[in-house]
């Protein structure tokens, strides 16, 4: 890999490279530090954000959640630094407005659920779906992968699709909710899908396909508008980027790091079957959601369904049969060293949901749980 940073990332803007750049939102939740429960900040955080980096912090949907959201580019060490940074910067102004940020999929502290940011969008998505919108904390990480057309971006959709479950696996980051073991790996995505607009994406015939879906789903009441469009991977509204959206917020700088390179490679993998005339799998749609349901309760500390046959296989059998995928890929963008890596720590230590029950076994405290998200949180 030669030339600067600059020069790569002038030269995948212009299509001079097969390279493809990668960005990374992430979810947060603010919690009292001493009791864990969330608590309506936002504002009082926000405040405290250094002037410079207001920009990449932006509310979210609950006063007491807060979203960052690195540039995209082409080197896996220039998001490390992104999201360092970001997140570092987050815990020092929540501690300044004496409060806590945890990167966690739910909030695991029985407690009030804080209001909603008044906006009024917000307001009318309670009006219509009411009951619907979930407890304290829903936090989610969206992946953004460049992608140079909208028709590209569709049929990258379809290729990516089977592969989706065992990324929703590694991402799981949430088994405690109000107080209690869930029983799930991810509950967040099991909050998640009282949404009527959260689902697998389906397959597409083309941008038009895409395009009239979002238009009838809007008429059917089940979408206000387009940001509402909660599949698993769709094209960005705001950017030219396929979004997958299907992980819990990770708890380390490493593991998210470790999942914008995954996301990177699948997209690459997509774009180079599209290019050499390689068809998707057409996984049927209730397996595909049989998969997503396996990978929120189990983690990677279980099974999963392995949508190229439909069989039941260790999810770790699964990722590692992923990677070998992506090695191209993962090659071709210098990432492969470093993805090996990553894996073998979170091979080590287990997702975020295997790490807070473990904390939870050695000390019987959800306050515990709280303080070791923390400490991931800030790296």
């Known amino acids: 890999m030669s030339g600067s940073v600059a020069e790569r990332e002038r030269d995948a803007a212009q299509g001079g490279t097969d390279l493809l750049t990668v960005g990374v939102e992430e979810e947060f939740l603010l919690v009292d530090p001493h009791t864990g429960t969330a608590v309506p900040a936002v504002d009082l955080v926000m405040e405290q954000v250094p002037a410079e980096l207001r920009g990449q912090v932006e509310r979210e949907f609950q006063t007491s959640q807060i979203e960052i959201g690195s540039p995209p580019g082409l080197e896996l060490s220039s998001i490390r630094h992104s999201l360092g940074v970001l997140r570092r910067a987050l815990a020092d102004a929540a501690e300044r407005a004496g409060v806590r940020v945890l990167a966690i999929g739910t909030g695991p502290v029985e407690g009030p659920v804080p209001p909603v940011v008044d906006k009024p969008r917000f307001d009318r998505m309670i009006e219509r779906f009411r009951l619907l919108v979930p407890g304290p904390g829903n936090n989610g990480m969206h992946v953004h992968v460049g992608v140079p057309d909208a028709e590209t ?63 009838q789903l809007i008429a059917s009441g089940v979408m206000l508008d387009e940001g509402m469009l909660y599949w698993y991977a769709r094209l960005s509204a705001k950017y030219p980027t396929v979004e997958l959206r299907i992980g819990d917020v990770c708890p380390s700088v490493d593991d998210a790091v470790l999942v914008a390179a995954l996301v990177r490679a699948l997209v690459a993998t997509a774009m180079t079957d599209i290019a050499e005339g390689r068809p998707p799998i057409r996984t049927d749609h209730h397996l595909l959601v049989a998969a997503h349901w396996r990978a929120a309760h189990d983690g990677l500390e279980g099974r999963g369904v392995d949508l190229t046959d439909g069989e039941l296989r260790p999810a770790w059998e699964l990722l590692d049969s992923l990677v070998e995928r992506l090695a191209p890929a993962l090659d071709r963008h210098g990432d492969l060293a470093e993805v090996t890596d990553l894996l073998g720590g979170l091979r080590r230590h287990g997702t975020g949901a295997a790490r807070q029950r473990a904390v939870f076994a050695r000390t019987g405290s959800l306050v515990d749980v709280v303080r070791d998200v923390a400490r991931q949180t800030r790296g």
């Open 153 to 215: 971006g569709v049929q990258v959709l379809n290729h990516v699709r089977p592969w989706l479950p065992i990324l929703h696996a590694a991402t799981a980051n949430s088994p405690f909710s109000a107080g209690v073991d869930t029983g799930y790996a991810s509950w967040r995505s099991v909050e998640w899908e009282r949404w009527p607009s959260v689902a697998p994406t389906p397959y597409l015939e083309s941008h038009e396909h895409y395009e009239r879906l979002i238009r």
